[in-house]
């Protein structure tokens, strides 16, 4: 029997990697769709290495995306991620990456979903699917085609490319679809939430980017500075992370119990834990100053730490940062608000939000942060029918 031979695009966008898609040419079928890009990915792999497959067996590098013409008047595209899990047959659809949001509009452009000028900055009008928000990307032009190749540099990447900026418009959740319900779910800026084998764990739980919890880094007992070889290996580590996160997502109401949190919805909500800045030495060696950042910032991702930052961390972050009271404004202090730079494994982000109050209440107007994306591979990808 022959193989499946799908269009596809090999992407990076920021710090992550991924298989795009247009929709057309994905099976209708959500169950078959699901066994094609499990199938594409390479998962499930009880070695956990994605060796039969497009997938690179991290958290950073297991995603796909699939995008299609927006019959929303106010987009352009319609963009839908799934994070695959590496050693289970899941695909977690619940939330948004925002690294690879940056690729979404120079896929679009390219595959001709979207007109464009020659030269200058093309507008990319986005709606996010997962977690049904908008997101305008601002994608550099140049000869008639995408430009890829420039000066901007991203820690975590390690070539320079084009800056892509990203405006996530209303990144709040406010109808509880994207899962919580409102910017703070349980309508408290900070909670404590009895964890089992953990005890009393103190949280800010947001709907922001996609929901995210942020404890102190102290509570698990680091110092905030930890590289992926401080954590990744450590197994009673990562159970003690993952029963935060997963009674976290209880507390936001986004599943019924942790059990169901750690076997259906791996990618959300994320776990992020924060510190008062310190130096510390970046993955790559690089030494990053006190001085240098706001706070510290390290976000576990799919059950291990990440080696960078999720993008919808980051943008999380910057709105915490702009509230009063949030863990992360205690630790950023409130000259952060607006605009936070934080210290991650890889280096260091700069991200900003606009938040006011409104009758009470607040309301985050957008996040601005940017990013670069280029084509790693295009043809197709081929998929054993059974």
Same mark, same amino acid.
């Given at each position: 029997m022959s193989q499946l031979k799908i269009p596809a695009v090999y992407m990076r966008g920021g710090t992550s990697k991924g298989v795009f898609f247009l929709a057309e040419h994905l099976p209708a079928d959500v169950e078959e769709r699901e066994r094609v890009l499990l199938r594409v990915t390479g998962s499930p792999d009880r070695y956990g290495k994605h060796i039969d497959g497009m997938g690179g067996a991290t958290s950073s590098t297991s995603k796909?995306?699939?995008?299609?013409?927006?019959?929303?008047?106010?987009?352009?595209?319609?963009?839908?991620?799934?994070?695959?899990?590496?050693?289970?047959?899941?695909?977690?659809?619940s939330g948004n990456c925002g690294n690879l949001t940056c690729a979404v509009g120079p896929f679009a452009?390219?595959?001709?979903?979207?007109?464009?000028?020659?030269?200058?900055l093309a507008t990319v009008r986005i709606w996010q699917a997962n977690i049904r928000k908008k997101i305008i990307a601002h994608v550099p032009m140049q000869d008639g085609a995408v430009q890829e190749e420039g000066c901007f540099t991203l820690d975590g990447v390690a070539f320079a490319g084009a800056e892509i900026r990203l405006e996530f418009i209303e990144p709040a959740s406010d109808d509880g679809e994207a899962g919580g319900g409102g910017l703070f779910p349980t309508g408290r800026v900070i909670d404590t939430v009895d964890v089992p084998g953990v005890g009393a764990v103190e949280m800010t739980l947001i709907n922001a980017g996609n929901p995210t919890i942020f404890m102190h880094a102290a509570r698990l007992g680091l110092r905030g500075t930890e590289?992926?070889?401080?954590?990744?290996?450590?197994?009673?580590?990562?159970?003690?992370?993952?029963?935060?996160?997963a009674h976290g997502a209880v507390a936001m109401g986004l599943v019924a119990s942790a059990e169901q949190a750690t076997a259906q919805r791996p990618h959300t909500p994320k776990l992020v834990f924060v510190a @008062?800045?310190? @130096?510390?030495?970046?993955?790559?060696?690089?030494?990053?100053?006190?001085?240098?950042?706001?706070?510290?910032?390290?976000?576990?991702?799919?059950?291990?730490?990440?080696?960078?930052?999720?993008?919808?961390s980051a943008v999380a972050i910057a709105v915490a940062a702009a509230i009063p009271g949030t863990l992360v404004n205690q630790v950023a202090g409130a000259g952060a608000a607006g605009r936070v730079r934080f210290g991650h494994p890889s280096g260091v982000l700069s991200v900003g939000a606009e938040a006011r109050q409104a009758q009470g209440e607040w309301v985050v107007t957008k996040a601005v942060m940017s990013r670069s994306a280029r084509r790693l591979m295009e043809g197709a990808v081929f998929v054993p029918q059974r």
């Open positions: 796909v995306v699939i995008v299609s013409r927006s019959t929303r008047p106010d987009c352009d595209v319609d963009y839908l991620f799934g994070a695959v899990a590496i050693d289970r047959p899941v695909i977690d659809w452009i390219s595959q001709g979903l979207v007109s464009a000028p020659s030269d200058g590289l992926q070889g401080d954590v990744n290996a450590d197994a009673e580590l990562l159970k003690r992370a993952e029963a935060i996160r @008062a800045p310190r @130096a510390y030495a970046a993955s790559d060696g690089k030494h990053i100053e006190a001085s240098d950042i706001d706070l510290l910032a390290r976000s576990f991702s799919m059950g291990l730490l990440h080696h960078a930052m999720p993008g919808t």
